[in-house]
T-cell receptor
Framework: GENVEQHPSTLSVQEGDSAVIKCTYS??????FPWYKQELGKRPQLIID?????GEKKDQRIAVTLNKTAKHFSLHITETQPEDSAVYFC????????????FGRGTSLIVHP | KAGVTQTPRYLIKTRGQQVTLSCSPI?????VSWYQQTPGQGLQFLFE???????NKGNFPGRFSGRQFSNSRSEMNVSTLELGDSALYLC????????????FGPGTRLTVT
């Protein structure tokens, strides 16, 4: 089955810095890669996603890049703000096929004011 | 538009008992997925229902089952509860193909004693 590894497990940055979280996956059939943000005590929220036919996608301060050859994808957050502090999860699945998503273990992002 | 709702929000059960959790998706969404979230194992996929049919299933024992009704509401049942079943159970709904742009509910916190 699919295996997703996420690094780092904890990331501490100063407000205004950039943050990068990386995930690697093992199944070349995976073609859909969402990122979720989960604040303490709250539900996960989809913040950005990318499909395998695209190499990069941006939404304001958030971007995701995908390298299919190396089987890794990354979340980039620029100009971090304290409200960006949360746990971020990546996932890999086969969009449109047998949908069995596999999640990374999460990255706790702490943004210091 | 109302978000995904789950009931109950908190539940305490004893080993050996069974439990039923409920999820109401966003109006118009036909796909409902269930997840188990624990500190040790992270976020794990249980199963997904679409138009009253279970279409995908994760790697959980048969004690975990579910169903979906004609109005897309879904229930999850866990029989013969074990201490290790203590977790946050999340459901998520999506409008189209399963997994695409999922919206999570607040979760049900199950504690097994």
């Amino acid at each position: 089955g699919e295996n997703v590894e996420q690094h780092p497990s904890t990331l501490s940055v100063q407000e205004g810095d950039s943050a990068v979280i990386k995930c690697t996956y093992s199944d070349s059939a995976s073609n859909y890669f969402p990122w979720y943000k989960q604040e303490l005590g709250k539900r996960p929220q989809l913040i950005i996603d990318i499909r395998s036919n695209v190499g990069e996608k941006k939404d304001q301060r958030i971007a995701v890049t995908l390298n299919k050859t190396a089987k890794h994808f990354s979340l980039h957050i620029t100009e971090t703000q304290p409200e960006d502090s949360a746990v971020y999860f990546c996932a890999a699945s086969s969009f449109g096929g047998s949908y069995i998503p596999t999640f990374g273990r999460g990255t706790s992002l702490i943004v210091h004011p | 538009k109302a978000g995904v709702t789950q009931t109950p929000r908190y539940l305490i059960k004893t080993r050996g008992q069974q439990v039923t959790l409920s999820c109401s998706p966003i109006s118009g969404h036909r796909s409902v997925s269930w997840y188990q979230q624990t500190p040790g194992q992270g976020l794990q996929f249980l199963f997904e229902y679409f138009s009253e049919t279970q279409r995908n299933k994760g790697n959980f024992p048969g004690r975990f089952s579910g169903r979906q009704f004609s109005n897309s509401r879904s229930e999850m049942n866990v029989s013969t509860l074990e201490l290790g079943d203590s977790a946050l159970y999340l459901c998520a709904s999506s409008a189209g193909t399963p997994g695409y742009e999922q919206y999570f509910g607040p979760g049900t916190r199950l504690t097994v004693t």
